[in-house]
C-alpha cells in the first residue's frame, strides 16, 4: 500500500511495562512488527517511546531539568541514551525479522534542543532514507541542549516534527488505552471513548482527562496530546489505537474501520 | 589527565574475531575498557571497527558499492547498520561499567558521503558531548551515500575527518600486530617493527606491506594507513600499537614508552 507518509508512534506502555525497569514486552514488539510488516505501508517513518527503559533512568538523574555540573549526571546520561539504544535495538530487530528493511536513526547524534525544543535537525539522512524505501526508526532520547546541557526528546515531540517536515498525510498514535475518553480510562470505568474530537473541542477534553499516575518523565496522555496539536492545525490527522490489542495497529494502517480517537481540524 | 585531545580507534580485528560472523572478543573489550578507564584521558574520542560484525555482511550484499535497485539489498543495509550498533552496544557498555560517560554516535544518523567520501557531518552534537566531558563512541557503519544511495564509511575515514575537524593531538590505533613492519608480519616471521615512519618513507613501507588476506571490505593494512596521511600532514601524531596484547593501549594512552609505530610528519 502505497500513499502519502504515515508516521507511527508506538507509546513506550506499549512495549515496555512499566512496573519494573528494562522490562520489554517481547511477544507484544513481535505482533507489532508482524502487523506492520503484513500491512505494508510505504512511505513509514516509526518513533517509540522510552517505557521502563528511558522513564526510570531519565527520572533518577533528572535528565530533562539539564546537566547541574555533577560527573554522576554525565554517566546517568550516558546510562539512559544507551538503554534507549536497547530497547530500540529490539524493535528493529524484530522488524527486519519480518523483513522490514528498518534502520535506526539516533536522535541523539544529530538533533539538538534549546531549553527541551528542537532546535536544529539535519535531515539529509533521513530524506534519503525515505526516498530509499527504508523505514526510519527513532526514538524518544536522552539529547544535547544549548541551553541545558542535556534533556530528553519525547518522542511525541519528534512525530509531530517529522510529520511537519516530511509533509505527512497522518499520524498514528499507539497506545495501550482504547484511545481518548471521558475520563481516565486506567482510573474510571466509566470512562467513555471519543471516537472524533475536533480541535476546537480538544481543551475541555484535556481538562476531564485528569494525569496519569505514571513514572513517564514526558508527562501523561494530556502533554502527549498537546504536543500533536500543531500537526492536527495543518492538516495531517492524528488516530490513536490501542496497539496493545491484537490487530487494532493493523487495521489503523490499513484504514481500515476499528475503535480509536481522531484528532481532527475541525 | 586532561591535554589535547586523543582519536583512538579500536580495529575490527582487536575486538572480534574475523573466524566467524558476530564473535565479539568479550573478554579483550572489557580489558580494553577497563584500560581506558586507567588511563583518564581527555578529551577522547573512540572509533571502533567492525570486524566480523561489519564486513561479512556488507560484502554479502555488497554495501560498499552502494544501491543497484535489490529489495534485498535495502535488508542487507538494514542488517549490516544493526550489527554494528550491537557491536557497539557491547563497547558502550563495557565502557559505561567502567564509569567512563560513553555515548554511542551512529554515522548513519547524521553522516552523508559522496562517492564513499564524508560529504555532510553535522558537528553540532559531537562538539557538546565533547564540552561537556562525554566520550563519543563512533564506529564505521553502513551510511547513505547522495551517488551510491548507500556505501561503507570506514572507521579510518572518521578518524581522520575527527582529528582534523576537531583538531586532535594524536590519533592513536589499536591493532592486532605490534606496528607497521617491513612485510606482513601476519604471513612472514622475518617481518621488522618499524618505530618511527616519516610521511616520506611511508609509500616505500606500504608497498612491501602485501595486503593482509582478511574479509575486511575496507581493505587491509596499506589502504587504513593511507586514510591517515591527511592528519600527519597536519601536524597529528598517530601511533600504532598493539592493542590485542595487554596493558599496551594503557602506556600509549599514558604516553609511556611501549611498542609501536609512530608515523609523523618528518
Redesign the interface.
Known amino acids: 500500500m502505497s500513499a502519502g507518509l504515515t508516521v507511527l508512534k508506538l507509546g513506550g506502555s506499549v512495549i515496555t511495562t512499566k512496573e519494573r525497569a528494562l522490562a520489554p514486552r517481547l511477544p507484544t514488539i513481535k505482533r507489532l512488527a508482524k502487523e506492520i510488516s503484513k500491512a505494508n505501508i510505504s512511505p513509514l517513518i516509526l518513533v517509540h517511546g522510552g517505557g521502563s527503559f528511558g522513564h526510570p533512568l531519565a527520572k533518577r538523574y533528572k535528565i530533562k531539568e539539564g546537566?547541574r555540573c555533577k560527573?554522576s549526571q554525565?554517566?546517568g546520561?550516558?546510562?539512559t541514551?544507551?538503554a534507549m539504544?536497547?530497547l530500540d535495538?529490539l524493535i528493529?530487530?524484530a522488524l527486519?525479522n519480518e523483513?522490514?528493511?528498518?534502520?535506526?536513526?539516533?536522535?541523539?547524534?544529530?538533533?539538538?534542543t534549546k531549553s527541551g525544543r528542537i532546535h536544529?535537525f539535519?535531515e539529509?539522512?533521513l530524506t534519503?532514507?525515505l526516498s530509499?524505501?527504508?523505514v526510519p526508526v527513532l526514538f524518544g532520547d536522552a539529547?544535547?541542549d544549548?541551553d541545558r546541557?542535556?534533556t530528553i526528546l519525547s518522542g511525541d515531540q519528534l512525530i509531530t516534527h517529522l510529520a511537519l517536515r516530511f509533509k505527512a498525510e497522518r499520524i498514528i498514535v499507539g497506545v495501550d488505552v482504547d484511545g481518548l475518553c471521558t475520563s481516565n480510562p486506567k482510573m474510571n470505568k466509566e470512562a467513555k471513548l471519543l471516537t472524533h474530537i475536533t480541535l476546537k473541542e480538544l481543551p475541555t477534553v484535556l481538562q476531564q482527562i485528569s494525569e496519569a499516575k505514571t513514572t513517564d518523565v514526558t508527562g501523561g496522555m494530556p502533554s502527549k496530546v498537546r504536543e500533536i496539536v500543531p500537526a492536527v492545525e495543518n492538516g495531517i490527522s492524528v488516530f490513536l489505537v490501542n496497539a496493545a490489542k491484537p490487530n487494532r495497529l493493523y487495521k489503523a494502517l490499513r484504514k481500515e474501520p476499528v475503535k480509536g480517537t481522531y484528532i481532527v481540524k475541525g
Not at 523483513?99 to 539538538?112: D, G, L, Q, R
Open positions: 546537566y560527573a554525565l554517566l546520561f550516558a546510562e541514551h544507551e539504544v536497547s535495538k528493529v530487530d527486519i523483513k522490514i528493511p528498518a534502520v535506526a536513526v539516533s536522535p541523539s547524534s544529530f538533533v539538538m536544529s539535519p539529509e539522512p534519503k532514507l530509499m524505501g527504508f539529547v544535547f544549548l546541557g542535556f
